[in-house]
């Protein structure tokens, strides 16, 4: 079973790297929500979530919907970090 031990070890770092990416990215949806406030922009963007689904599902070889439920996760988790700002 060391084989196991190594590749859960391998999965481990990658999850953790995952975490760091994701935090990364809501920085920076804080950073937009605070800007949008200042211009008075809204906060949803109906057209930029249609691109970032897109972009994600056909930058993929893993199954589309399962990347495209995964990222509308993200962006509702984001939304409600943008509007915080």
């Keep these: 079973m060391p084989e196991i031990k190594a590749l859960r070890e391998r999965i481990d770092?990658?999850?953790?790297e995952i975490?760091?990416?994701l935090e990364k990215r809501i920085e920076i949806?804080?950073?937009i929500g605070r800007l949008k406030r200042d211009t008075g922009a809204e906060i949803f963007d109906p057209e930029r979530e249609r691109d970032v689904l897109k972009n994600v599902s056909?930058?993929?070889r893993l199954d589309k919907r399962f990347v495209m439920d995964l990222?509308?996760?993200i962006m509702e988790y984001c939304k409600n970090e943008e509007e915080k700002g």
């Excluded at 770092?13 to 953790?16: E, L, P, T, V, W």
């Design 29 to 31: 949806v804080r950073e």
């Design 58 to 60: 056909n930058s993929t």
């Design 71 to 73: 990222f509308r996760s």
């Design 19 to 21: 975490v760091k990416l």
């Design 13 to 16: 770092k990658i999850d953790r």
